[in-house]
T-cell receptor
Framework: AQRVTQPEKLLSVFKGAPVELKCNYSYSGSPELFWYVQYSRQRLQLLLRHISRESIKGFTADLNKGETSFHLKKPFAQEEDSAMYYCAPSPGGFKTIFGAGTRLFVKA | DAMVIQNPRYQVTQFGKPVTLSCSQTLNHNVMYWYQQKSSQAPKLLFHYYDKDFNNEADTPDNFQSRRPNTSFCFLDIRSPGLGDAAMYLC??????????????FGPGTRLTVL
């Protein structure tokens, strides 16, 4: 079955510490992979997409096809990174499957 | 600014009383989606329109219907809301073409309460 797993519901780190939000997926083929973010009182929005291999707000995401993982990383967390993060594979067509989300809390 | 707009932001209805949620977009995107998101859960796709073609998810209850009268507007109709339908409803759009990926642009959501 097609599934995306974000094992941590809540992740709490201190400002300046590295952060890694985990995502594992189980899909056949090569889905497009996205991370979406929702800041407090804001709408859900795209953070980054795998295909462009970009770094946004200091975040990067590494695809490991062998492990079928797409973990989101940032070397030095900032307070403004506190938000809800969703891993979202798109297996094809117009469909995107959202993980349950990880709430990141960056403490001062 | 081009955007996705949802009205109302908060909707209260009674058990069994039909309700319609509205979404409009100024992005001129050809795909529009409706998601249901319950507390602490992932957004769950209910259906989407590709232009005028309606695509229902297999597990979307018959109680949920949608209309897209033109490119800009899409409606979610809940024919007989139950207590379990209380949730945040998200509208999203995407532009599907040769050079486009499946990035979705979301509205702020409508929070539905069923009394």
């Amino acid at each position: 079955a097609q599934r995306v797993t974000q094992p941590e519901k809540l992740l709490s780190v201190f400002k300046g510490a590295p952060v890694e939000l985990k995502c594992n997926y189980s899909y056949s083929g090569s889905p497009e992979l996205f991370w979406y973010v929702q800041y407090s009182r804001q709408r859900l929005q795209l953070l980054l997409r795998h295909i462009s291999r970009e770094s946004i707000k200091g975040f990067t995401a590494d695809l490991n096809k062998g492990e079928t993982s797409f973990h989101l990383k940032k070397p030095f967390a900032q307070e403004e990174d506190s938000a809800m993060y969703y891993c979202a594979p798109s297996p094809g067509g117009f469909k995107t499957i959202f993980g349950a989300g990880t709430r990141l809390f960056v403490k001062a | 600014d081009a955007m996705v707009i949802q009205n109302p932001r908060y909707q209260v209805t009674q058990f069994g009383k039909p309700v319609t949620l509205s979404c409009s977009q100024t992005l001129n995107h050809n795909v529009m989606y409706w998601y249901q998101q319950k507390s602490s859960q992932a957004p769950k796709l209910l259906f989407h329109y590709y232009d005028k073609d309606f695509n229902n998810e297999a597990d979307t209850p018959d109680n949920f219907q949608s209309r897209r009268p033109n490119t800009s507007f899409c409606f979610l109709d809940i024919r007989s809301p139950g207590l379990g339908d209380a949730a945040m409803y998200l509208c999203a759009t995407s532009s599907q073409g040769l050079a486009d990926d499946n990035e979705q642009f979301f509205g702020p959501g409508t929070r539905l309460t069923v009394l």
